[in-house]
């Protein structure tokens, strides 16, 4: 099994408990951006980097909704820490379901971070690390895009959306030296989805983040955490209609 690609770690949404805990496992010896917004607030998040062996931490101020920082954003990265090895997107929104259905505002607000941003940072990473001839690149997607739910169609609608332009990004990298993960992950228990019961199948982040940074040394193009999701998907399409609308979330 190889290791992950040269060079410096950066990761988008430097408090998410799922990539702090991939990044955990590869930053030994390397160089880690975490990019968040209130960066001079990650304190806790760079000690716990350094504590796992990474060899600096640095942290820039990033907003994932505001389009035009990126790509002057991580030009900048590139420029000042060198080639990029590992980029893994881990910032994103659940929302709310019942206001996104009476404010299209806030409907828009949820596919605004969710697709829209990821698709943004997602062509300047690929376009940067196709100039360098290699990088990973890890994608966090979502059942919940697989077959879209009644009961949580906002935040799946972005994460079913964030699934074909990955799949269709990755099939453009083949051959440029570029790897990507898309990663299809089930309930994970953590901040993200506090106060809500967790669903048959349930992950924690550093379950997660253990299929992560596999997938990443195989250069696995995607993979369902758990690994039972698959055949249960296959399942989940043939159920009627009638009955799908009925799901929970």
């Given at each position: 099994m190889r290791d992950v690609d040269d060079g410096v770690i950066v990761l988008l949404g430097g408090r998410s408990e799922i990539g702090l805990e991939v990044v955990r496992r590869i930053c030994a010896g390397r160089d880690v951006i975490l990019a968040a917004r209130r960066s001079a607030d990650l304190a806790a998040e760079c000690a716990e980097l350094r504590g796992a062996g990474a060899r600096a931490v640095h942290t820039v101020e990033f907003d994932a909704d505001d389009l035009g920082s990126h790509q002057p954003l991580l030009e900048q990265v590139a420029a000042e820490h060198g080639r990029i090895g590992v980029a893994v997107l881990a910032f994103g929104v659940l929302g709310d379901q019942a206001a996104a259905e009476r404010d299209p505002a806030a409907a828009v607000a949820v596919l605004q971070t969710d697709f829209i941003a990821q698709v943004n940072v997602l062509t300047v990473l690929a376009n940067l690390l196709r100039a360098q001839g290699s990088g990973q690149l890890v994608v966090f997607g979502s059942v919940a895009g697989v077959r879209v739910r009644r009961a949580n169609y906002v935040y799946g609608s972005g994460k079913a959306g964030l699934h074909g332009f990955a799949s269709g990004l990755s099939d453009a990298l083949h051959g440029s030296g570029v790897h990507?993960?898309?990663?299809?992950?089930?309930?994970?228990?953590?901040?993200?989805?506090?106060?809500?019961?967790?669903?048959?199948?349930?992950?924690?982040?550093?379950?997660?983040?253990?299929?992560?940074?596999?997938?990443?040394?195989?250069?696995?193009?995607?993979?369902?955490?758990?690994?039972?999701?698959?055949?249960?998907?296959?399942?989940?399409?043939?159920?009627?209609?009638?009955?799908?609308?009925?799901?929970?979330?």
């Amino acid at each position: 099994m190889r290791d992950v690609d040269d060079g410096v770690i950066v990761l988008l949404g430097g408090r998410s408990e799922i990539g702090l805990e991939v990044v955990r496992r590869i930053c030994a010896g390397r160089d880690v951006i975490l990019a968040a917004r209130r960066s001079a607030d990650l304190a806790a998040e760079c000690a716990e980097l350094r504590g796992a062996g990474a060899r600096a931490v640095h942290t820039v101020e990033f907003d994932a909704d505001d389009l035009g920082s990126h790509q002057p954003l991580l030009e900048q990265v590139a420029a000042e820490h060198g080639r990029i090895g590992v980029a893994v997107l881990a910032f994103g929104v659940l929302g709310d379901q019942a206001a996104a259905e009476r404010d299209p505002a806030a409907a828009v607000a949820v596919l605004q971070t969710d697709f829209i941003a990821q698709v943004n940072v997602l062509t300047v990473l690929a376009n940067l690390l196709r100039a360098q001839g290699s990088g990973q690149l890890v994608v966090f997607g979502s059942v919940a895009g697989v077959r879209v739910r009644r009961a949580n169609y906002v935040y799946g609608s972005g994460k079913a959306g964030l699934h074909g332009f990955a799949s269709g990004l990755s099939d453009a990298l083949h051959g440029s030296g570029v790897h990507l993960l898309l990663v299809r992950s089930g309930f994970v228990i953590g901040r993200m989805t506090a106060g809500m019961s967790p669903a048959p199948l349930s992950r924690t982040p550093d379950q997660v983040a253990e299929a992560v940074v596999t997938g990443l040394r195989r250069r696995t193009g995607q993979i369902w955490v758990p690994r039972a999701l698959g055949a249960a998907y296959v399942v989940a399409r043939l159920v009627p209609r009638a009955l799908w609308r009925r799901m929970p979330r």
